[in-house]
């Protein structure tokens, strides 16, 4: 068994017992909330979604808003209530916390629920405690569904969290406080890679806010050879393959794999182009990449094949980062070829198609060097970053692997 001496130096002889979430606070199972719903500004808003591909652990401030007139609708968060996601493509999503500390009342939607904690546990311990293998163990027993993983609110609520000294509420929070203030240290650096890549955006959008007459927006329709859905899985697949082979050299994306969409490798292809690949389905819906010639893409993804005489892959994958992207309303949200065909992005210089190409490619080239520094994991900030949370997460699993009765026993 892991030494636990800090551990028990910081208890100080009080005793842990494991207790129901449900009984710990309120949970309060969110709905609605279409990402088509948000607005400029308006009521704080937080889409399940954006948990686990935004925020970190906390948050002061949302990046979406509703009207006064949605919100009515939606479940309401309060500061120091925690947002947990429910419904993902995958068992690691599922179960996100987020602690909202902003100063005006938030909103969220569906799949989602609102844990309200009762006054003697704090929001932070418990979302610290949800990143454990530990919780990730119960988690999973409780999983319903196989494409879609479901937590429900009433399952989450039988989910045992370690809660020290309960009989002594202010012992209780005083350890509680500690181990995050802890925890809270190893994190800082996260903070950092944050606002350097919230630098990246604003340069971004700098570069892609064209002056008036001399940028036109223009439909995908019009701006690509070929819109096309990702189909079955090639014949022969070998599902997994993480490297190409000679029997199996043409990559298969698909939607519900992670991030990057590697499904496996097959001996064939469908699209012969680079292209840029759209998820279509599900919370990451919008998530898109540029794919190398060559490949085949599956189930729930979209694919554009730039008309490169009038727009270059590189520069539509850059644009579709500022553009607005959204599913059909009601259940998992879903992208269709004829929609993906009339979002418009902007074009500059489009009566000039050499200069237009010329001006696409400078933008490029200044975002790729940037885009270098802000997310290389192999130089500078994000390396000492990446050492970091390989620490944070030793120390976050010693400060909260309290025994359980049976293994005390």
């Not at 937080?46 to 609708?73: C, D, K, M």
């Not at 406080?177 to 606002?195: G, N, P, Q, W």
């Not at 182009?273 to 759209?278: E, K, L, R």
């Given at each position: 068994?892991?030494?636990?001496?800090?551990?028990?130096?910081?208890?100080?002889?009080?005793?842990?017992?494991?207790i129901?979430?449900?009984?710990?606070?309120?949970?309060?199972?969110?709905?609605?909330?279409?990402?088509?719903?948000?607005?400029?500004?308006?009521?704080?808003a937080?889409?399940?979604?954006?948990?686990?591909?935004?925020?970190?652990?906390?948050?002061?401030?949302?990046?979406?808003?509703?009207?006064?007139?949605?919100?009515?609708?939606?479940?309401?968060?309060?500061?120091?209530?925690?947002?947990?996601?429910?419904?993902?493509?995958?068992?690691?999503?599922?179960?996100?916390?987020?602690?909202?500390?902003?100063?005006?009342q938030?909103?969220t939607?569906?799949?989602?629920?609102?844990f309200?904690?009762?006054?003697?546990v704090?929001?932070?311990?418990?979302a610290?405690?949800?990143?454990t293998p530990?919780f990730?163990?119960?988690?999973?027993?409780?999983?319903?569904?196989?494409?879609?993983i479901?937590v429900s609110?009433?399952?989450?609520?039988?989910?045992?969290?370690?809660?020290?000294?309960?009989?002594?509420?202010e012992?209780?929070?005083?350890?509680?406080?500690?181990?995050?203030?802890?925890?809270?240290?190893?994190?800082?650096?996260t903070?950092?890679?944050?606002v350097?890549?919230?630098?990246?955006?604003h340069?971004?959008?700098?570069?892609?806010?064209?002056?008036?007459?001399?940028?036109?927006?223009?439909?995908?329709g019009?701006?690509?050879?070929?819109?096309?859905?990702?189909g079955?899985?090639?014949?022969?697949?070998a599902?997994?393959?993480?490297?190409?082979?000679?029997?199996?050299?043409?990559?298969?994306?698909?939607?519900?794999?992670?991030?990057?969409?590697?499904?496996?490798?097959?001996?064939?292809?469908?699209v012969?182009?680079?292209?840029?690949?759209?998820?279509?389905?599900?919370?990451?819906?919008?998530?898109?990449?540029?794919?190398?010639?060559?490949?085949?893409?599956?189930?729930?993804l979209?694919?554009?094949?730039?008309d490169?005489?009038?727009?270059s892959?590189?520069f539509?994958?850059y644009?579709?980062?500022?553009?607005p992207?959204?599913?059909?309303?009601?259940?998992?949200?879903?992208?269709?070829?004829p929609?993906?065909?009339?979002?418009?992005?902007?074009?500059?210089?489009?009566?000039d198609?050499?200069?237009?190409?010329?001006?696409?490619a400078?933008?490029?080239?200044?975002?790729?060097?940037?885009?270098t520094?802000?997310?290389?994991?192999?130089?500078?900030?994000?390396?000492?970053?990446?050492?970091?949370q390989?620490?944070?997460?030793?120390?976050?699993?010693?400060?909260?692997?309290?025994p359980?009765?049976?293994e005390?026993?």
């Amino acid at each position: 068994m892991r030494n636990r001496g800090f551990l028990e130096k910081l208890l100080d002889g009080a005793d842990v017992e494991w207790i129901p979430l449900g009984e710990l606070g309120e949970l309060v199972r969110g709905n609605g909330l279409p990402k088509s719903d948000f607005t400029q500004s308006g009521v704080p808003a937080i889409h399940y979604g954006q948990i686990y591909t935004y925020y970190g652990l906390s948050t002061n401030s949302t990046i979406s808003f509703v009207s006064a007139e949605t919100a009515a609708t939606l479940k309401k968060v309060n500061k120091g209530d925690v947002i947990i996601t429910n419904t993902s493509e995958n068992f690691e999503d599922v179960g996100t916390p987020l602690v909202y500390f902003g100063k005006e009342q938030a909103v969220t939607g569906g799949h989602a629920t609102i844990f309200k904690p009762i006054t003697s546990v704090l929001g932070m311990y418990f979302a610290y405690f949800a990143q454990t293998p530990e919780f990730d163990k119960a988690k999973r027993k409780l999983a319903k569904g196989a494409k879609v993983i479901d937590v429900s609110a009433n399952d989450m609520a039988k989910i045992l969290i370690p809660i020290p000294c309960p009989q002594d509420p202010e012992k209780s929070i005083a350890i509680q406080a500690e181990i995050v203030r802890i925890l809270d240290s190893f994190t800082e650096l996260t903070a950092e890679l944050k606002v350097r890549k919230q630098q990246y955006n604003h340069y971004r959008d700098q570069l892609l806010s064209f002056k008036e007459g001399d940028v036109q927006w223009k439909p995908l329709g019009e701006l690509c050879t070929s819109v096309l859905a990702g189909g079955d899985v090639p014949e022969k697949c070998a599902k997994g393959q993480t490297e190409p082979s000679e029997e199996f050299p043409y990559p298969v994306y698909a939607n519900a794999v992670g991030e990057k969409g590697l499904y496996g490798f097959s001996d064939s292809y469908r699209v012969e182009s680079d292209a840029v690949t759209i998820a279509a389905r599900g919370a990451k819906i919008g998530y898109h990449a540029v794919r190398d010639g060559k490949f085949t893409p599956i189930i729930r993804l979209i694919v554009l094949v730039a008309d490169n005489t009038l727009i270059s892959t590189d520069f539509l994958n850059y644009v579709l980062e500022m553009t607005p992207i959204s599913g059909t309303k009601g259940g998992i949200p879903q992208l269709t070829v004829p929609a993906v065909k009339k979002i418009t992005v902007p074009v500059p210089f489009p009566n000039d198609p050499r200069k237009s190409l010329a001006e696409q490619a400078r933008i490029v080239a200044i975002l790729d060097k940037f885009n270098t520094l802000t997310t290389s994991l192999s130089e500078g900030l994000p390396r000492e970053i990446k050492l970091r949370q390989r620490q944070y997460e030793y120390y976050r699993d010693l400060l909260l692997s309290f025994p359980k009765p049976e293994e005390a026993a």
